[in-house]
């Protein structure tokens, strides 16, 4: 069968004199790179001298004990709630089989201090349960007590933080650091109040904040200087409430991420953006890049609605970028178990009159460690990643998607289920591992699929057609991507806005001379990308391309 896409109208051939112009999506240097994300306990243990094992729990209080809390099966999948061993060593032992993958930087979990003990309070855990903690220890990383401290769970003998960042850059690995702007630890409703919960100590170890087991109502900052980091009315869950008025919070926070940064970091990623004002971020932002100009960041502003969560990347807000919930939804959908066509995928888009700063320098994903892992078939991991290493957007693939590790799984089921060395040795033998390592392989030299602007050819169905435009500065790379999520292959014949010359594959290197139209057979679940490595001369595309620009 002959999938015609669309009819050839006003070519021009390649030969032609044609003034070459500027088209980008962006010119953000980092997103060149495609992220992969550890949350760094879950990953590798690659040092047990620091697992800690008997860290809080004395025989009499083992309810306090913080390595290997298993809950009951949620789905068939075993959750844990405490350490599970994963550290430095182990990330880094294996950053070689993350840039083999495709990949070229790690985006690790926040790596400071953290309670020694498991939390009393809060709400029971349950196996869909949101923000509930009676039970947790900080494994993850979000409940710092000292953002100026590492957790002892992380560093080994000889690797320290620095150590790590400079060993992933060996490994051609830029480091993306996780940082928490909004929030501390647990803070209250514990039965008798636990050291180090709803505490913060500075560099020296000096205790500047304690919510002393309190709810936000009954602290008194006006009159008790330990109460004075935190707001007097609650947010996340029992969680100590950063309060952004207070330049001692904004000092606290610039000091410990300079510091960190200073190790080594090349990009934040920010944790509950949206639970601190834009003022607050753009304070911060300012700040950071005053010491390190140009640093690209990224928050979560969990919510699908665009409009929302697109005023924190204006300049006016900090300048900061999001990570691309709209885009997970839609895949989601398009790759999961609904089956949605591609035509869902096109609003997701926001190609043209988008809210964003800047709609191609957001980070793209279809799942983390905050939601459920996308449920799909192998097929459906191998489409997702096709789609996710073409389209517009930075690529975030979270740490085990690429076996299609615990698919389906919510946080207290087999999310943040430890992966481990055998798995990470068995891997290749995946078809999704395969299928990424491709895909992700051909995006890391191609700077129209990093940077390009995206022109849509047809979005429908099974099947997908589009183009990825970078020309600027004597690099001229158009591709043009078609993607198969069917069951059958597909061929699949181009012409609109098609540029004629020589268009060689991007797999294969395999070169053809293109007049009016352009077919290839795609695979089942498949993609293929041809290049065009000149400047562009075809008249109704350049225009269409300036018409992309201005938007």
Partial sequence: MIRSLALASGLVFAGSAVASEDYYGTL???????????????????????????????????????????LSPCDGQVGNIGYLGGDFRGLLD??????????????????????????????????????????????HGYWGVNFYRLDEHLPSEGLDFAGLTAGLRAHGLKTVLDIVGNHGSPAW??????????????????????????????????????????????DLAQLSDL???????????????????????????????????????????????????????????????????????????????????????????VFGRKGAGFERMAPALQLEHAPYANVYDLATF?????????????????????WLFTVRGIPVVYYGSETGFMRGQAEHGGNRSYFGQARVDAASSSDIHRNLKRIASLRRESPALQ?????????????????????????????????????????????????PGRWRDGFSGAT????????????????????FDQPLTRPDLRARLSGLMAH
């Avoid at 279809?366 to 096709?386: E, P, Q, T, V």
């Avoid at 053809?512 to 293929?528: I, K, W």
């Fill in 94 to 139: 294996n950053a070689a089989y993350i840039h083999d993958l495709g990949f070229t930087a790690v985006w690790l979990t926040p790596i400071v201090d953290n309670p020694d003990e498991a939390f009393t309070g809060g709400d029971k855990v349950t196996c869909d349960g949101f923000l509930t903690d009676r039970g947790k220890t900080g494994f």
């Fill in 243 to 333: 309060d952004a008025d207070n330049p001692a919070v904004m000092d606290y926070l610039v000091g410990a991420y300079l510091q960190w940064i200073g190790q080594g970091v090349d990009a934040l990623r920010i944790d509950t953006i949206r639970h601190q004002p834009l003022a607050f971020w753009k304070a911060f932002a300012d700040r950071i890049r005053a010491e390190h100009p140009g640093m690209y960041m990224f928050g979560e502003a969990f919510d699908y609605d665009a409009a929302k969560i697109a005023p924190f990347t204006l300049a006016e807000n900090g300048g900061i970028s999001v990570l691309d919930f709209p885009m997970k939804q839609a895949m989601d959908e």
């Fill in 512 to 531: 053809q001379e293109v007049r009016r139209q352009l077919r290839a057979e795609v695979p089942a679940h498949g993609v293929r990308v041809f290049f």
């Fill in 366 to 386: 279809y799942d983390n460690h905050d939601m459920r892992r996308l449920d799909a078939d192998d097929a459906g991991f191998i489409d997702a990643h096709n």
């Fill in 189 to 234: 409703t514990m039965p008798v109040a636990q050291a180090q919960f709803g505490q913060l100590f500075d560099g020296n170890g000096t205790l500047v904040a304690d919510h002393q087991n309190l709810p936000p109502g009954k602290l008194d900052p006006a009159h008790n200087p330990l109460h004075a980091f935190y707001n007097t009315q609650p």
């Fill in 28 to 70: 953000e240097p980092f997103a060149q790179e495609a992220v992969y994300f550890v949350m760094t306990d879950r990953f590798v243990n690659g040092d047990p001298a620091n697992d800690h094992r008997d860290q809080g729990g004395a025989r009499s209080h083992p309810e306090l004990r913080t390595f290997d809390i298993p």
């Fill in 451 to 499: 940077r390009g602007l995206q022109l849509d050819v047809e979005l429908s169905g099974d099947v997908a057609a589009f183009y990825r435009v970078y020309q600027r500065g004597g690099v001229n790379q158009t591709a043009l991507v078609l993607l198969n999520k069917g069951d059958r292959p597909q061929s699949m014949a181009v012409s609109d806005y098609l540029q």
